[in-house]
């Protein structure tokens, strides 16, 4: 019996010696964060505007949305049908800029800094 107990030691020092013979084990690579930072509020809301005064300007098939479901506040909503409303009633009279300039205005003035 204690000629096993000793030929176990043995091995199991053998087997930690051999575990470290190997080297230290090298350094983990750095973390990253794989999450973006939250984008600014103002690029969303103009993003969002553009997006449906350009539904709404093209005459795209009514899928009954409200605000709410187009993901807009009511001030984005009441901005929003007041910009599609003036740039309807100026027709091709209008600058491409328009949309653009009334929406970034629109909210830079909705959105709070």
Known sequence: MTRAVG???VALLGAVLAGCAAGP???APPQFSAT?????????CVNQLTYWAAEDLRG???????YQHRG????????????VDD???LGDSRSDAFVPDRVQAACASIIPR
Do not use: H
């Open 25 to 27: 084990v090298p350094p």
């Open 60 to 66: 795209a098939p009514d899928q009954g949305y409200d």
């Open 7 to 9: 030929w176990l030691g």
């Open 87 to 89: 740039a309807r009633a």
């Open 36 to 44: 973006p930072p939250p984008p600014d509020p103002v690029t969303v």
């Open 72 to 83: 807009l506040s009511s001030q984005q909503a009441d901005a929003l049908r007041e910009i």
